[in-house]
């Protein structure tokens, strides 16, 4: 219970935790994270993430990783032109 309110805590002011961040800040293997990842989300108090949590309710649900979301977002032009080269293709 005690490892499961420091995840909470931790969650607090962060919009999402990795297993790799939680170990950092706690000194737990990556074992005990992941189970008290899976009691926090039975326990309906945070949604998985790709590779981590966040407390439930708090935004969308991503299509991959942090990383990869942020990078969907960037040069939109040069990706739309792309795109616009390879439907010609077809």
Partial sequence: Q???QQILALL?????????DVCARTG???ATVRRAFVELVK???VERTW????LAGR???QMGPPAFARR???H???????????AALL
């Avoid at 939109?76 to 390879?86: C, E, H, S, T």
């Fill in 2 to 4: 005690q490892r499961l």
């Fill in 12 to 20: 607090q002011p962060e919009p999402e935790l990795s297993v790799a």
């Fill in 28 to 30: 737990a293997s990556e």
């Fill in 43 to 45: 326990g309906g108090q």
């Fill in 51 to 54: 590779g981590g949590v966040r």
């Fill in 59 to 61: 935004g969308t649900l």
């Fill in 72 to 74: 969907l977002q960037d």
């Fill in 76 to 86: 939109p032009d040069a990706k739309k032109a792309i795109a616009r080269a390879a």
